[in-house]
Each structure stands twice: as structure tokens, then as C-alpha cells.
């Protein structure tokens, strides 16, 4: 089984650029996706798209396309999930899960607030 | 995109009760990819059922998922206080790829 492990909390404001990670141990093959999920405050999840490390092609669900970008790092066999300039809007839950969602991240809060 | 409508909204329902929770596609969906998740406050969802039938290892057998093309069933029978939680239906379509999750439904033990 594959363990992910998300980066810390955060606490931003708008307009601000912000990085968090996923890094990914365990039964790791050589291509596999990396899922990223939303979840605003009490709402349900939202599949933002996925990523695979091994040759860094992405889908974007198209409602979150220009707004994130999704990154890899192979040295953590992980990947980023980037915003250039935060809205309050974008403060929520940030999970990473497995490519058949058998596993996921605990979660990466993201605050932004003036 | 395909839309997956979870009812009901919330489920009310005593220790040993049976509950069954419904996920309509707004299009025929691939059974293969249907899949139900289930999470408590704080914690990230865990999967429960893959294929629309198939059971995650170490998933209690009161868990039953069922159905096909639009209408899929997550049933869990003689309910538990630790089955308290929300439960989402989610689907992949790999053309485009997208996958989509129900808005899902609140399981309450009274």
C-alpha cells in the first residue's frame, strides 16, 4: 500500500503564492497518479484533478484549470499542489490521494484571510 | 460531467437498523469505476466499496454496495455507533478523465 504524507497547515493572505506537498512511501510503481481533493468548510469533496510523478502529465478538472498547477518531485516521489495568488475563496481542506483512492494524505489546511 | 445526486440528505437511524443510501448518475456510469467513501469529522475519506460491489480489505461486512448504469445502492445493514459518518458515491470517466463525487449523505445513529 502506498502512504501519503501532506504538508503542515497554512495561513495566508489573498494574493499571496502558496505550495503544499504530498510525499508518497511504500508499494510506489513506476507510473501511478497522484489525486488532489478539495473540501471547502463543511462541504463535500471535490476532485480537483491528478498528476503522475513518473512522467509529470496532469489532468485538471476544468474548474480549478488556471488557477492551480500541479507539480512533481521525485525526489520525495510526491507532488505540489501551487496557487500563484490565493483568494479567500481557496481556504479549505487539501487532500492528496492514491490513484484508485485506496489511500489518501490527512490533509493540508489552508487558511486565507486578510 | 457527469452528476452523481446522493439521497437522502441525512439518515436518522437507531443501532441495528438497516440503512441504505442511494447515488443516481445523471448518465450510465461503468461499474467498474463506482465507488463509495466514507468519512468522519477530521479525518480524510476511506474507501469502502470499489467497482460498485467489490469491499475494501478490513471492511466490515455489514457494507453492501450494489447496482448498475444510473441507480447504485450502498447498504449498510445492523448499523453501529462508529458508522456515523457522510458517505459519497464518486465515478471516473476516463474520457475526458474526470472523476466526480454524490454531495453525500449524513448518517446519523440515534
Known amino acids: 500500500d502506498v502512504q501519503l504524507v501532506q504538508s503542515g497547515a497554512e495561513v495566508k493572505k489573498p494574493g499571496e503564492s502558496l505550495r503544499i506537498s504530498c510525499e508518497a512511501s511504500g508499494h510506489i510503481y513506476s507510473n501511478y497518479w497522484i489525486n488532489w481533493v478539495r473540501q471547502l468548510p463543511g462541504k463535500g469533496l471535490e476532485w480537483m484533478g491528478r498528476?503522475?510523478?513518473?512522467?509529470?502529465?496532469?489532468d485538471y478538472n476544468p474548474s480549478f484549470e488556471g488557477h492551480v498547477i500541479f507539480a512533481t518531485d521525485t525526489s520525495i516521489n510526491g507532488a505540489y499542489l501551487q496557487w500563484s495568488s490565493l483568494k479567500a475563496s481557496d481556504t479549505a481542506v487539501y487532500y492528496c490521494?492514491?490513484?484508485?483512492?485506496?489511500?489518501w494524505g490527512q490533509g493540508t489546511l489552508v487558511t486565507v484571510s486578510s | 460531467e457527469i452528476v452523481l445526486t446522493q439521497s437522502p440528505g441525512t439518515l436518522s437511524l437507531s443501532p441495528g437498523d438497516r440503512a441504505t443510501l442511494s447515488c443516481r448518475a445523471s448518465q450510465t456510469v461503468d461499474s467498474s469505476f463506482l465507488a463509495w467513501f466514507q468519512q468522519k469529522p477530521g479525518q480524510p475519506p476511506r474507501m469502502l466499496i470499489y467497482?460498485?460491489?467489490g469491499k475494501v480489505t478490513g471492511i466490515p461486512d455489514r457494507f453492501r454496495g450494489s447496482g448498475s448504469g444510473t441507480d447504485f445502492t450502498l447498504t449498510i445493514t445492523r448499523l453501529e455507533p462508529e458508522d456515523s459518518a457522510v458517505y459519497y458515491c464518486?465515478?471516473?470517466?476516463?474520457?475526458?478523465?474526470?472523476?466526480?463525487f454524490g454531495q453525500g449523505t449524513k448518517v446519523e445513529i440515534k
Open positions: 464518486q465515478q471516473f470517466r476516463s474520457s475526458p478523465p474526470e472523476y466526480t
Open positions: 490521494a492514491s490513484q484508485s483512492f485506496g489511500s
Open positions: 498528476i503522475n510523478p513518473g512522467n509529470s502529465y496532469t
Open positions: 467497482g460498485a460491489t
